[in-house]
């Protein structure tokens, strides 16, 4: 019988499984990987975080399960869980070494942080998608982490939470900044994706899986991908500047004048053959992307 993932729903309860001392404050707390003590036998069903967790990971020797994927970190570098995420741990997956920083929800309460946290993307992406570090990038976190780390053990007072807050802020921006560098100097892997949506696309509308289907998703390009959907539309974004779904439309136009060109379905065949359930919606789409209705752009093509 399989059992449940465990549920952690304060950071005592964490530190307590990781053999640490009970944290210095309730809401926030870093966890030192090197001086954790579990067995990860106890946890192969997994385990749901209901606070996000930022782990700076500095070395790897296995992997850590995340979903369907995994974290490989042998060189280092950063993952990022929200609340309610579900994460595995094995045994032969548990050899790391690195900081985590955990933070429950109520410490964002207060502070606009709460609700712009949302929309930091990379706490939606999957395993594969995880942030490497370079070492002067690995320098820059570990002294946000250190900062952070000293605030909670030598001064906590009623400044501590917007000091803090800050820090949180600025790793996120970070992060972010990181992530930038990473699309940028992983062109040939994200050109190497690119080229296969293409493909998805192209094998989605020539099989016409439109006529079962409707139009092409951006869950189902992501999945075919093996990647989140909110990975694929930032990485689009930074190769063509368009996000998924602006991209599939742009592909599903390009067919839709194709039909057009070869004169043999009307306006109506052509939506359903594309995935739309009204032939109104595809005149729509179509105006907003040429600014000519379909029925305009074919007979321009006729009359050239």
């Given amino acids: 019988m399989k059992s449940n993932p465990i549920i952690f729903n304060s950071l005592s309860q964490l530190h307590k499984t990781m053999g640490q001392s009970a944290p210095n404050h309730p809401l926030i707390s870093i966890l030192n990987y090197g001086e954790a003590v579990f067995d990860p036998k106890d946890y192969e069903q997994g385990i749901i975080l209901n606070f996000y967790k930022i782990s700076f990971k500095t070395s790897f020797t296995g ?14 570098g950063m993952s990022f869980i929200a609340p309610g995420q579900l994460l595995k741990m094995q045994d032969e ?26 929309q930091f993307g990379f706490f939606s992406y999957s395993a594969a998608e995880a942030l490497y570090l370079s070492e002067r990038e690995k320098a820059t976190i570990l002294s946000v982490y250190k900062f952070i780390e000293e605030e909670l053990s030598e001064r906590i007072d009623k400044f501590s939470q917007d000091v803090i807050i800050s820090q949180i802020e600025l790793l996120l921006n970070y992060a972010n900044r990181f992530y ?13 994706i690119l080229s296969q949506l293409e493909t998805y696309i192209d094998s989605y509308f020539n099989k016409e899986k439109a006529l079962t289907d409707g139009l092409p998703s951006v869950s189902s390009a992501a999945e075919a991908l093996n990647l989140t959907p909110r990975y694929l539309s930032d990485l689009l974004r930074h190769l063509v500047g368009l996000n998924t779904q602006q ?4 592909k599903v136009i390009d067919k839709a004048k194709e039909y057009l060109a070869k004169d043999e379905l009307n306006i109506a065949e ?35």
């Fill in 93 to 118: 997956e548990a050899d790391y070494s690195g900081m985590s920083l955990h933070i429950h929800p109520d410490f964002l309460r207060p502070y606009s942080l709460n609700s712009n946290i949302k």
């Fill in 247 to 250: 991209f599939i439309h742009e």
């Fill in 63 to 76: 992997r850590l399960k995340y979903g369907q994927g995994f974290y490989d970190f042998e060189e280092g």
């Fill in 270 to 304: 052509i939506a359903y053959h594309l995935g739309f359930e009204h032939p109104q919606s595809f005149t729509k789409l179509f105006k907003n992307k040429t600014n000519l209705t379909p029925l305009k752009f074919k007979a321009l093509i006729f009359k050239n």
């Fill in 180 to 192: 930038d560098r990473q699309f940028i100097t992983r062109k040939a892997i994200n050109n190497d």
